[in-house]
Nanobody, 128 residues
Framework: QVQVEESGGGLVQAGGSLRLSCAASGRTFSNYAYAMGWFRQAPGKEREFVAAISWSGGTTYYADSVEGRFSISRDNAKNTKNTVYLQMNILKPEDTAVYYC????????????????WGQGNQVTVSS
C-alpha cells in the first residue's frame, strides 16, 4: 500500500513561516528515493506548481511566485529517504491554499499530471 501524507499546515499571519512535511511510504518507496513535488490549489483556482526536488536532492525547481521565500529539501537517510519538506517564509495571504505533495519515480518538474502518487492535501491559511 502506498501512502503519501502531508503535515504541518495551519494558520499563520502574513510575514510568518510554516514548514510542511511529506512522507511517502509503502512497498513502492521502501528501496528507492523518489522525486517529489509540492503543488497548491486555492479556492476557485486550478492546482499550481510550487516546488520540486530530484531524488538525490541535487536539483530543485520553484514557481516564480515563491522563489526566494520557499525552500524545498529532503532527507535521504535510510529510513526517511522519501521525506521532503517545504519551508515557507515571508508568507502572504495569496499563499493561502491546500498544499499537495506528489511523488514520482523519475519526474520532478512542473506538470502535475506527470506525478504518479499524491497526498490528500494540507490546508495553509495566511491571514492579513
Amino acid at each position: 500500500q502506498v501512502q503519501v501524507e502531508e503535515s504541518g499546515g495551519g494558520l499563520v499571519q502574513a510575514g510568518g513561516s510554516l514548514r510542511l512535511s511529506c512522507a511517502a511510504s509503502g512497498r513502492t518507496f521502501s528501496n528507492y528515493a523518489y522525486a517529489m513535488g509540492w503543488f497548491r490549489q486555492a479556492p476557485g483556482k486550478e492546482r499550481e506548481f510550487v516546488a520540486a526536488i530530484s531524488w538525490s536532492g541535487g536539483t530543485t525547481y520553484y514557481a516564480d511566485s515563491v522563489e526566494g521565500r520557499f525552500s524545498i529539501s529532503r532527507d535521504n537517510a535510510k529510513n526517511t529517504k522519501n521525506t521532503v519538506y517545504l519551508q515557507m517564509n515571508i508568507l502572504k495571504p495569496e499563499d493561502t491554499a491546500v498544499y499537495y505533495c506528489a511523488a514520482d519515480s523519475t519526474y520532478y518538474g512542473r506538470v502535475s499530471e506527470e506525478y504518479d502518487y499524491w497526498g490528500q492535501g494540507n490546508q495553509v491559511t495566511v491571514s492579513s
